[in-house]
């Protein structure tokens, strides 16, 4: 398994830009590039929904339509982690932001699920 731990959550007003980071510890010695990425995020009261996926290599990305434009998903294998640019935040933002990973590759597991989770970190866009 993979240890994912989140950071860079804060409060931000809206309009605002955050960077959230997911640095992963692998097991056994798997380099990080054999893992599928992608953020989540979940609201109070609401299930948690997709937000971004990065390949394996990152050479493509997916994202949902409510981000589109404004949320950009990169990784950088050499560290160990993948990032989620936030600009032009909106309060609908606000949620506790999770980052997943998998060993299926990135279309499987946004099909099936993602196998590993971050603790999360929150995400705050005041208006």
């Known amino acids: 398994q993979v240890q994912l731990v989140e950071s860079g959550g804060g409060l931000v007003q809206a309009g605002g830009s955050l960077r959230l980071s997911c640095a992963a510890s692998?097991?056994?010695?798997?380099?990080?590039?054999?893992?599928?990425m992608g953020w989540f995020r979940q609201a109070p009261g609401k299930e948690r929904d997709f937000v971004a996926a990065?390949?394996?290599?990152?050479?493509?990305?997916y994202y949902a339509d409510s981000v589109k434009g404004r949320f950009t998903i990169s990784r950088d294998n050499a560290k160990n982690t993948v990032y989620l640019q936030m600009n032009s935040l909106k309060p609908e933002d606000t949620a506790v932001y999770s980052c997943?990973?998998?060993?299926?590759?990135?279309?499987?597991?946004?099909?099936?699920?993602?196998?590993?989770w971050g603790q999360g970190t929150q995400v705050t866009v005041s208006s």
């Open positions: 990065i390949t394996r290599g990152g050479g493509s990305t």
């Open positions: 692998a097991a056994s010695g798997r380099t990080f590039s054999t893992y599928a």
């Open positions: 997943a990973a998998s060993l299926k590759t990135t279309a499987q597991a946004m099909a099936l699920g993602y196998d590993y």
